[in-house]
C-alpha cells in the first residue's frame, strides 16, 4: 500500500525533528573543542590520517598506516568509503593542501550531521508500517535517544554513524522497490543495490546485511528486480 503523502506540516515538523537531532548532537562541541578540537577515539585519528591523504592525493585511498604494527606499519581495516568522503569534502572546502587540523574539522562536524539526517529514511520507513502520527513519535524519539546521539555526536569522527544511514537507506529502498509497480520495482532495486554496495564500501560487516538482503530479495521482489538489485549491488563494489 503506498503511504500518504507527507503535507506541509509535516515536512516542517520533520524539519524541526531534524534540527533538534543536530542541536543534540552539537551538544559536545564545547568539550571536544576547549582548548583545541580532540576527537574522540583513537579510531577517529586513524581515519584522519587517511582522510588527510585523500584530501592532498584526491581519489587515492591508501591502504597501508605506518602508525599501525610498530615499526613495520599495517593494513587499515576499513572500507574506503568514508575516509574518501571526509578527504573529498576537506579537500573541496580547503584545497589540496589541507591542513590535517583542517581535515579535523571537517572529521568532527560529519557525523552530527549524518546523525541528524537518520530521521529522514527513518520516518519514511516508519510511516508505511505504522500510522503517520506514530512515525513522528519514533523519529522524535530517536532524535534524542542518548544511544543514537553518542555515535553521531560532533569529534565523533568513525564510520558508524554512515553505516546506520545507509542501512536506513536500503531497507527504505528495498521496502519501496516491494511495493512498486513492475515498471519502477527495477529502477528501486537498482537504487537499493546502490546503497548496499555504499554500506559494504563503509564497513566491512554490511557483508552479512548483504547477505540477509539477497536472501530477502529472491523471495520478496520479483525475479527481474532481484536480479538487478544483486547486479547493482556487486558491479557497484567491483568498481
Request: aromatic content about 8%; hydrophobic content about 60%; charged content about 15%.
Amino acid at each position: 500500500m503506498k503511504p500518504p503523502r507527507t503535507t506541509r506540516a509535516g515536512l516542517l515538523l520533520l524539519g524541526g525533528i531534524f534540527l533538534a537531532a543536530l542541536a543534540v548532537r552539537l551538544l559536545s562541541l564545547p568539550a571536544a573543542t576547549e582548548p583545541g578540537l580532540r576527537l574522540a577515539s583513537p579510531d577517529c585519528y586513524a581515519h584522519l590520517r587517511r582522510a588527510t591523504s585523500v584530501a592532498r592525493h584526491f581519489p587515492r585511498v591508501p591502504v597501508r598506516d605506518a602508525w599501525l604494527n610498530h615499526p613495520d606499519g599495517g593494513l587499515f581495516i576499513w572500507p574506503p568509503l568514508f575516509d574518501l568522503a571526509v578527504g573529498g569534502a576537506a579537500r573541496l572546502a580547503y584545497g589540496r593542501d589541507a591542513t590535517q587540523d583542517e581535515v579535523a574539522r571537517v572529521l568532527a562536524a560529519l557525523p552530527p550531521l549524518l546523525g541528524a539526517l537518520h530521521v529522514v529514511p527513518l520516518f519514511l520507513l516508519a510511516r508505511r508500517v505504522l500510522s503517520r502520527r506514530r512515525a513522528f513519535l519514533a523519529v522524535a524519539g530517536y532524535a534524542l535517544l542518548p544511544a543514537a546521539a553518542i555515535w553521531s555526536q560532533y569529534g565523533h569522527g568513525d564510520h558508524h554513524v554512515a553505516e546506520a544511514l545507509l542501512l536506513l537507506l536500503l531497507l527504505l529502498a528495498l521496502a519501496r522497490a516491494r511495493a512498486a509497480a513492475p515498471e519502477a520495482a527495477l529502477r528501486r532495486a537498482v537504487l537499493a543495490g546502490a546503497a548496499l554496495a555504499a554500506m559494504v564500501l563503509t564497513w566491512q560487516g554490511a557483508v552479512f546485511a548483504a547477505g540477509l538482503s539477497f536472501a530477502w530479495a529472491a523471495f520478496g521482489l520479483a525475479p527481474l528486480a532481484a536480479a538487478a538489485f544483486a547486479l547493482a549491488a556487486c558491479g557497484l563494489v567491483a568498481l
